[in-house]
């Protein structure tokens, strides 16, 4: 499995990023797809994920209304716009594919495939 997030960037506080994240050595379709943040000297936390057809999002809470998750499966992307930028988002953002039921929470140590991140700075 390979995952190569992109379009992390230096950012002022409220404005925008879209992020991507390529997957591929995976049937990318059979798979939610999430991602988590890790901001300096913190744990890896979630983000938000979505379902394998796309059709369900499910948000945490610090971003929730701010953010949006979405993917297209024929092209094994996955996506991620950040509205209303804090410097609280400052962090590395990274994609991740699970299997788990839909509803359950999702921590950073069930997750076996990492890729490499993107990193997302903002200042105030």
């Known amino acids: 499995v390979q995952l190569q997030a992109s379009g992390g960037g230096l950012v002022q506080a409220g404005d925008s990023l879209r992020l991507s994240c390529a997957a591929s050595?995976?049937?990318?379709?059979?798979?939610?797809m999430s991602w988590f943040r890790q901001a300096p000297g913190k744990e890896r936390e979630f983000v938000a994920r979505?379902?394998?057809?796309?059709?369900?999002?499910d948000y945490a809470k610090s971003v929730k209304g701010r953010f949006t998750i979405s993917r297209d499966n024929a092209k094994k992307m996955v996506y991620l716009q950040l509205n209303s930028l804090k410097p609280e988002d400052t962090a590395v953002y990274y994609c991740?594919?699970?299997?788990?039921?839909?509803?359950?929470?999702?921590?950073?140590?069930?997750?076996?495939?990492w890729g490499q991140g993107t990193l997302v700075t903002v200042s105030s």
């Open positions: 050595g995976l049937a990318f379709s059979t798979y939610r």
């Open positions: 991740a594919p699970d299997r788990y039921p839909w509803g359950m929470a999702l921590t950073s140590d069930l997750i076996t495939s």
């Open positions: 979505i379902s394998s057809n796309g059709g369900s999002g």
